[in-house]
């Protein structure tokens, strides 16, 4: 019998795992391609490191929304690791823009109590003074079975230095899912779990998966409780509900025939971060240029309507190094928090927003 030479055999196992996994074939090819027609915009800012590692691919799915386990696989790739280049400017890059810096607000929140946003992401937002909104699940505080999570103390650390501490329920729940008391357990029952702990009136309520928008049960029960909602995914949402297909023209919750709106105070529309990092294998380069890309996108709509509207809020979980779904490397995370200083964005918390009954918009507060 012929022996079939080894680099055949490389050749034919590897077509048969792009031919089983088309999804990573595709961002491994678009990866490839955008770096050979536009090198200069990978190679601003970044440079390539000479180490690899190999990560395996149990936790990725390319879904927009909370991170959940895809089925698993037991191939695994070579990722380049990168290493920001701390000279990123206005000038640089494929956004530079020319405009004040009045229109340009950021939000950044992270979810799922997970110890990292104490340890690693905090001392980064410290660096540059920004704040940002934690929504607690009670249920996570200090249980370590799956991961570490944050303690009582983080909670109350990061609330003393004057980050927003708010809630995401009791037990990280689906709600969609539950029962009416079940649901009301889950949301009244984790502002009263905040407050018993110390959290000083917590009024933001984080839906796990962003999935609950067009459920009026979820939204009345929320509205009881709270005064706003993490609720829903977009590039951007709009202080007056007015940038979306829907039409809107404000922010109610319900219309004059009581049909719930797509977008309103218990449906404040985020970008999920971990959905870039799972989408594009953690390719610290291609996402950091779709962060660049959606903290501008709003900047023309505000410019064109003469005043701050549309303002991007960029959702993380975990921020570390081990290429997990829910987790956005370090390196990344430090080069867009510099890219937002040095670029004059305004980085509020989500409590910053109030709300208009008369005009039925939302505001900034300071």
């Known amino acids: 019998?012929?022996?079939?030479?080894?680099?055949?055999?490389?050749?034919?196992?590897?077509?048969?795992?792009?031919?089983?996994?088309?999804?990573?074939?595709?961002?491994?090819?678009?990866?490839?391609?955008?770096?050979?027609?536009?090198?200069?915009?990978?190679?601003?800012?970044?440079?390539?490191?000479?180490?690899?590692?190999?990560?395996?691919?149990?936790?990725?799915?390319?879904?927009?929304?909370?991170?959940?386990?895809?089925?698993?696989?037991?191939?695994?790739?070579?990722?380049?690791?990168?290493?920001?280049?701390?000279?990123?400017?206005?000038?640089?890059?494929?956004?530079?823009?020319?405009?004040?810096?009045?229109?340009?607000?950021?939000?950044?929140?992270?979810?799922?109590?997970?110890?990292?946003?104490?340890?690693?992401?905090?001392?980064?937002?410290?660096?540059?003074?920004?704040?940002?909104?934690?929504?607690?699940?009670?249920?996570?505080?200090?249980?370590?079975?799956?991961?570490?999570?944050?303690?009582?103390?983080d909670t109350l650390a990061l609330q003393e230095d004057g980050q927003d501490i708010e809630s995401k329920g009791m037990t990280h729940a689906d709600l969609n899912s539950l029962s009416p008391k079940a649901l009301d357990f889950e949301i009244s029952g984790s502002k009263q779990c905040l407050e018993n702990h110390g959290v000083k009136s917590p009024n933001i309520f984080a839906v796990v998966h962003g999935n609950a928008w067009n459920n009026p049960l979820v939204i009345d029960t929320i509205s009881?409780?709270?005064?706003?909602?993490?609720?829903?995914?977009?590039?951007?949402?709009?202080?007056?509900?007015?940038?979306?297909?829907?039409?809107?023209?404000?922010?109610?919750?319900?219309?004059?025939?009581?049909?719930?709106?797509?977008?309103?105070?218990?449906?404040?529309?985020?970008?999920?971060?971990n959905s870039w990092d799972q989408s594009y294998l953690h390719n610290d380069q291609i996402i950091f240029q779709k962060f660049v890309g959606v903290v501008n996108s709003g900047i023309n709509f505000n410019n064109k309507k003469g005043t701050t509207d549309a303002i991007p809020i960029i959702a993380y979980h975990s921020i570390d190094n081990n290429g997990d779904s829910y987790s956005t490397d370090v390196n990344l995370f430090e080069a867009e928090m510099k890219y937002l200083h040095d670029n004059g964005f305004k980085v509020i918390p989500m409590s910053d927003l109030g709300y208009d009954e008369g005009t039925k918009s939302m505001y900034i507060k300071q």
């Open 224 to 273: 009881k409780y709270y005064g706003y909602a993490d609720n829903g995914f977009a590039n951007s949402m709009f202080l007056h509900c007015d940038g979306y297909d829907s039409k809107q023209t404000d922010c109610r919750t319900y219309t004059a025939d009581d049909v719930l709106t797509y977008s309103n105070r218990y449906s404040i529309r985020e970008e999920s971060h």
């Open 1 to 153: 019998m012929t022996k079939i030479p080894e680099p055949f055999i490389q050749f034919q196992n590897t077509f048969k795992w792009f031919n089983h996994h088309p999804k990573f074939a595709f961002s491994i090819i678009l990866v490839l391609s955008l770096s050979f027609l536009f090198p200069n915009s990978f190679s601003n800012g970044y440079v390539l490191a000479t180490s690899q590692e190999h990560i395996g691919h149990n936790d990725f799915m390319t879904t927009v929304g909370e991170p959940t386990k895809s089925q698993n696989h037991d191939n695994a790739f070579t990722k380049v690791k990168i290493k920001p280049i701390h000279n990123i400017s206005k000038t640089d890059g494929l956004f530079n823009t020319a405009i004040g810096d009045n229109t340009k607000v950021v939000i950044l929140t992270f979810g799922d109590t997970i110890k990292s946003q104490f340890t690693t992401a905090k001392p980064i937002l410290d660096q540059y003074g920004f704040k940002a909104s934690f929504f607690i699940t009670c249920g996570y505080v200090s249980d370590q079975t799956q991961m570490q999570r944050l303690s009582w103390n």
